[in-house]
């Protein structure tokens, strides 16, 4: 089976709850996101995403996917999606860096390898631990009093895991975080994530001030050095986001014990074909994990869902359904959020079909 045409589509993802705030005054209303269709010769058509969150938010950029598919689409043409190591490999000697944009070529190729072998991507990446996946859920930087409302209105849904988004003023952050804690009952989850968003004094302030209450810290700041002075500062359960890029990382993080939980997100690492080799150290190691991608539609929402469902459930600490954040459907057959859980489809690959009235005309097409 060789790759005989790739082709990728730009999708407008409008946010379901309007505008997204977060650190540093970063905010978003559209998610501009890149679809690529993976075509073979025996004319099995593989469907993988890339959703960088803006272009403030890590080193990755919307246009830069398309560019990056239309500079490594010749390489692919001609070799065989199943091997998947091997996909990797070529695409990691034809261009440095950018995983971003070699995670969609990916996870296309993984659901290739899904549909011609007709077994679900969830069985492949190892068995699906339970019936469903248990969620969290993000909530966009606002006034305190806004962020404990929504955290009061998704209890009401079942959802028992809630991500505030800090990583502003300080002040503020403390207000948001003790408000939020109010509305929590025993077994409830609370993680306030400052997606890098404070200096060292800032963070400081706030692990001191919210020291009574029962939260975990999300990368408070930038650098992997900041973020471990932080840690060893603070009894506070500790989650490392950003700074986790590879496995390289996650082995210095492992070394320091520089987190208590780390998140792995498909589109900074590269794929499923380096995300599984995490996730699986981290399962060695015993360390607790939040699957996701930097952002995304139904595409995106269906690789979590596999990735996260093939993870044993004591080491899934959070997951997100991107899906439900946007308005946008771009395929058929994605898993849905139920009540506070998602689950991965029975069907093989992926198990979608993309909506090509969605996609669009391809902006990048190589045969
Ligand atoms: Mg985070």
């Given at each position: 089976?060789?790759?005989?045409?790739?082709?990728?589509?730009?999708?407008?993802?409008?946010?379901?709850?309007?505008?997204?705030?977060?650190?540093?005054?970063?905010?978003?209303?559209?998610?501009?996101?890149?679809?690529?269709?993976?075509?073979?010769?025996?004319?099995?058509?593989?469907?993988?995403?890339?959703?960088?969150?803006?272009?403030?938010?890590?080193?990755?950029?919307?246009?830069?996917?398309?560019?990056?598919?239309?500079?490594?689409?010749?390489?692919?043409?001609?070799?065989?999606?199943?091997?998947?190591?091997?996909?990797?490999?070529?695409?990691?000697?034809?261009?440095?860096?950018?995983?971003?944009?070699?995670?969609?070529?990916?996870?296309?190729?993984?659901?290739?390898?899904?549909?011609?072998?007709?077994?679900?991507?969830s069985?492949?990446?190892g068995g699906r631990f339970g019936d469903s996946v248990?969620?969290?859920?993000?909530?966009?930087?606002?006034?305190?009093?806004?962020?404990?409302?929504?955290?009061?209105?998704?209890?009401?849904?079942?959802?028992?895991?809630?991500?505030?988004?800090?990583?502003?003023?300080?002040?503020?952050?403390?207000?948001?975080?003790?408000?939020?804690?109010?509305?929590?009952?025993?077994?409830?989850?609370?993680?306030?994530?400052?997606?890098?968003?404070?200096?060292?004094?800032?963070?400081?302030?706030?692990?001191?001030?919210?020291?009574?209450?029962?939260?975990?810290?999300?990368?408070?700041?930038?650098?992997?050095?900041?973020?471990?002075?932080?840690?060893?500062?603070?009894?506070?359960?500790?989650?490392?986001?950003?700074?986790?890029?590879?496995?390289?990382?996650?082995?210095?993080?492992?070394?320091?014990?520089?987190?208590?939980?780390?998140?792995?997100?498909?589109?900074?690492?590269?794929?499923?074909?380096?995300?599984?080799?995490?996730?699986?150290?981290?399962v060695?190691?015993?360390?607790?994990?939040?699957?996701?991608?930097?952002?995304?539609?139904?595409?995106?929402?269906?690789?979590?869902?596999?990735?996260a469902h093939s993870t044993p459930e004591a080491l899934r600490?959070?997951?997100?359904?991107?899906?439900?954040?946007?308005?946008?459907?771009?395929?058929?057959?994605?898993?849905?959020?139920?009540?506070?859980?998602?689950?991965?489809?029975?069907?093989?690959?992926?198990?979608?079909?993309?909506?090509?009235?969605?996609?669009?005309?391809?902006?990048?097409?190589?045969?």
């Amino acid at each position: 089976m060789k790759i005989a045409r790739i082709r990728a589509y730009r999708v407008a993802l409008p946010l379901a709850g309007g505008r997204w705030n977060m650190f540093g005054g970063n905010s978003i209303d559209t998610l501009d996101s890149t679809i690529v269709l993976v075509e073979t010769d025996t004319g099995l058509i593989g469907v993988g995403e890339a959703c960088p969150l803006g272009n403030f938010y890590g080193p990755a950029y919307a246009a830069g996917v398309r560019a990056g598919i239309a500079e490594l689409g010749p390489h692919l043409i001609g070799a065989d999606p199943r091997e998947t190591a091997k996909v990797e490999a070529l695409m990691d000697t034809a261009l440095k860096g950018h995983p971003y944009v070699k995670s969609a070529l990916d996870i296309a190729c993984w659901d290739i390898l899904g549909q011609e072998a007709r077994t679900p991507l969830s069985t492949l990446l190892g068995g699906r631990f339970g019936d469903s996946v248990a969620l969290y859920r993000a909530i966009s930087q606002d006034t305190p009093e806004v962020m404990a409302k929504r955290v009061k209105a998704l209890h009401e849904e079942g959802i028992t895991r809630f991500q505030l988004k800090v990583g502003g003023d300080p002040d503020e952050d403390i207000a948001r975080i003790r408000l939020a804690a109010k509305i929590l009952r025993p077994g409830d989850i609370l993680d306030a994530d400052a997606n890098t968003g404070w200096l060292m004094h800032q963070a400081a302030r706030v692990v001191r001030a919210v020291r009574d209450i029962d939260v975990y810290i999300e990368q408070p700041c930038l650098s992997y050095e900041e973020n471990l002075s932080i840690r060893r500062r603070t009894d506070h359960p500790f989650v490392m986001d950003e700074c986790i890029d590879s496995l390289s990382m996650l082995l210095r993080l492992h070394e320091d014990g520089a987190a208590d939980v780390v998140n792995i997100k498909l589109g900074r690492v590269g794929g499923l074909t380096k995300a599984r080799r995490m996730r699986d150290l981290c399962v060695h190691l015993g360390i607790p994990m939040i699957i996701e991608d930097t952002w995304g539609s139904d595409v995106a929402t269906a690789t979590i869902a596999h990735f996260a469902h093939s993870t044993p459930e004591a080491l899934r600490f959070g997951v997100s359904d991107f899906n439900s954040y946007v308005t946008a459907v771009t395929a058929d057959g994605a898993p849905r959020r139920q009540g506070a859980g998602i689950a991965a489809t029975n069907a093989p690959g992926l198990g979608i079909r993309p909506r090509m009235d969605a996609l669009g005309k391809p902006v990048v097409e190589i045969a």
